[in-house]
């Protein structure tokens, strides 16, 4: 319900008594959730600006909302905080597209073929539940101390979950449907393409929009170790030369880089189901 | 009007770990041609395997199904299944529902669009054709299902107990649509059913199979005095109720054995 300025009354639109009550209360509730989530974040600003303008805690140490605010100034004058930025996000598309495009294709494989899925299982358990950064120092010694190293780093830390997700949803398909195909005189082949793949896109953007954080997270133990730009190496090399106001707006920048992946992955859901609804 | 479908000491087993279930047992039949049967039996008895047989989807252990006396598999005959439910697919309109058998098949051209504007507005579906089929009735996606199966122009139609997922009222309504539109395209049907008033307002025949193993019970032929007949009228034909008991005695005989 959004109420604009020039907006009817509600006794116009002919609600009930009973009904306006229920809607008043509503938006008392929505405004009440909005107040406390920005008295949250203004006053955990305020109290960190406050403090370390009062001395109470390190400056030095802790960084200041204004020491941020200066440095991503400086940065952004030179340009270099959008390099880093930029290669961050550029790495993070790239294991993102190879992790969807590697999930699907080796999901697509194991529905396929039911041996093949069985026989993998305990590995694909493994490797999943596997830490994979414990792997990322393998990577460096094997692939070198490069873009190579993180993109593979990348991979491993979302793949595995997005192939058993995917599996398993694509092996829930109902039998009748499937009997369905079969009746009209379908192949495997068209129970892929007109029944698993179609009814599983839902399945397939929940699965994108953990994965797009998944890979975020991979890039960035990536760079910690390999990398010579992007965030993480900022956040590294800052918190080495103890420069902390770097380490710290790099923190607030993956915030909103994080969430504005996210909410990317969140539109297109929407544009889908919206979609969808209109066909 | 001679033997269409032959089906001839039809054997089958389901195996799993816990070992072999004879779901079929010397199963023999036949169908005529444009005639309408209906085959009952209590739950777990194979009906719906034994439509699995004949629409190829599995092949018997022991036996031959035949079809004007040539292997189904070789006959060159399309046979039509329609299942329990509906199974239309919610992310397409009614319309892409209804070619997604012709799609698969590769047979989707412009002169089929025709046929099924023709069908859709013959059968009151034409004002959703673009819409979603969670917006259909139950009886409509019923009958967009049939459309579905009859636009493969099917020589015989397998009907796997179509109306159990509907309510009562529905379901009277739905079966004299299907009954009719099957009548009104001249096709051969099997129905599967545990309902002994549906099997008996709407077949010529029925079959009755003893319960697991299935075997033929009895074949009785209907013969009933109404006027204009359709499924509802059929209900209220005098001989309705002597057919019913039969029936219900054959079924019942059955688990006393």
């Known amino acids: 319900m959004k109420l604009t300025k020039k907006s009817v009354t509600s006794e116009e639109l002919g609600f009930s008594p009973s009904h306006q009550k229920y809607l008043l209360k509503y938006i008392a509730k929505m405004r009440t959730i909005r107040f406390y989530q920005l008295i949250i974040i203004v006053s955990f600003i305020a109290l960190w600006e406050i403090t370390t303008r009062l001395s109470i805690v390190n400056s030095f140490i802790f960084s200041s909302p204004s020491r941020v605010v200066k440095t991503f100034m400086e940065m952004a004058a030179d340009g270099s905080i959008f390099y880093h930025i930029g290669i961050t996000l550029l790495e993070t598309f790239i294991s993102f597209s190879l992790v969807i495009v590697i999930g699907l294709l080796v999901a697509v494989l194991l529905w396929w073929n039911d041996t093949i899925a069985k026989i993998l299982e305990p590995y694909l358990v493994v490797l999943n539940s596997l830490p994979k950064s414990a792997l990322a120092p393998v990577f460096i010694v094997w692939l070198g101390n490069n873009v190579k190293t993180i993109i593979v780093a990348a991979i491993s830390v979302a793949v595995f979950g997005s192939i058993i997700t995917l599996y398993t949803d694509f092996a829930n398909i109902e039998e009748d449907k499937i009997k369905l195909i079969r009746t009209l005189g379908g192949n495997k082949r068209d129970v892929l393409l007109k029944v698993v793949i179609p009814s599983n896109i839902p399945s397939l953007i929940s699965v994108m929009k953990v994965n797009i954080g998944l890979s975020l997270v991979g890039v960035i133990i990536g760079e910690f170790l390999a990398a010579k730009a992007g965030l993480g190496y900022l956040i590294i090399y800052g918190s080495q030369v103890f420069k902390l106001d770097w380490v710290i707006m790099s923190i607030v920048i993956l915030c909103f880089v994080a969430t504005g992946l996210y909410q990317l992955l969140a539109f297109f859901e929407k544009k889908y189901a919206g979609r969808s609804e209109m066909r | ?257």
């Open chain 2, 1 to 257: 009007m001679g033997e269409l479908l032959q089906i001839k000491d039809v054997s089958y087993s389901y195996h799993n770990l816990d070992g072999e279930t004879l779901a079929l047992k010397d199963v023999s039949f036949h169908v005529n041609d444009g005639e309408f049967l209906a085959i009952v039996g209590p739950s777990g008895c194979g009906k719906s395997t034994l439509l699995s047989l004949i629409a190829g989807l599995i092949r018997p252990d022991n036996g031959d199904i035949n079809i004007e006396n040539k292997n189904i598999k070789f006959s060159g005959k399309n046979i039509g299944y329609m299942l329990q439910k509906d199974h239309l697919l919610e992310w397409r309109s009614t319309l892409k529902n209804l070619t997604l058998g012709l799609e698969i098949q590769h047979k989707l051209t412009d002169s089929s669009y025709v046929l099924i504007n023709d069908m859709l507005s013959t059968y009151g579906l034409i004002t959703f054709k673009n819409a979603k089929p969670s917006e259909l009735s139950g009886g409509m996606r019923q009958r967009a299902a049939l459309i579905r199966t009859l636009l493969l122009e099917p020589d015989i139609l397998l009907l796997d107990e179509p109306f159990s997922a509907l309510d009562y009222q529905t379901r009277l309504e739905v079966a004299d649509d299907i009954w009719s539109i099957i009548r009104k395209e001249k096709k051969t049907a099997i129905l599967i059913t545990h309902d002994i008033s549906e099997a008996v307002s709407m077949a010529d025949r029925i079959i009755v199979l003893t319960k697991r193993p299935g075997t033929v019970k009895s074949i009785i032929e209907v013969n009933l005095t109404v006027e204009d007949k359709t499924p509802f009228r059929s209900r209220s034909a005098p001989e309705f109720k002597d057919y019913f008991n039969l029936i219900w005695k054959e079924l019942n005989h059955n688990e006393i054995n």
